[in-house]
């Protein structure tokens, strides 16, 4: 089945990153973006860590603006949670992770694992 499916949260430098990471790995086209006007300036070293750890690289990706995605062009759009709004923007769903930036590495894995359930969900 294809999908083409775009991860939002605030800063794009941990939940929707790895979010992006696990569709991508499992085979859906994926991208992710900030609601911040100042997106991180790259996607946070525990989370590159703890995606390598399952055999995902997202080093090279990189955080972006949702101002700069044309979002209509994707079949389904969640938020990663903290709140997010676009006015513009209609959601299929909110995540409601909570932002490990800041936190210990053991946070970003119970992240990225339950990144993964939800993802995993989307093909089944």
Not at 61 to 76: C, E, V, Y
Not at 83 to 89: K, N, R, T
Request: glycine share 8%.
């Amino acid at each position: 089945m294809y999908m083409r499916v775009l991860f939002v949260c605030v800063g794009n430098t941990c939940r929707s990153q790895m979010a992006e990471g696990w569709a991508r790995h499992l085979g859906i086209e994926a991208s992710s973006a900030g609601t911040s006007m100042h997106p991180g300036s790259s996607v946070a070293e525990n989370a590159v860590a703890v995606m390598a750890e399952k055999g995902i690289d997202i080093s090279k990706q990189t955080p972006s603006l949702i101002d700069d995605i044309d979002h209509i062009t994707f079949d389904k759009v969640f938020s990663m949670g903290c709140g997010v709004q676009c006015p513009d923007i209609s959601f299929n769903g909110d995540w409601q992770l909570d932002d490990p930036v800041g936190k210990g590495i053991d946070v970003y894995r119970k992240t990225r694992d339950v990144i993964e359930e939800q993802v995993r969900a989307l093909i089944q």
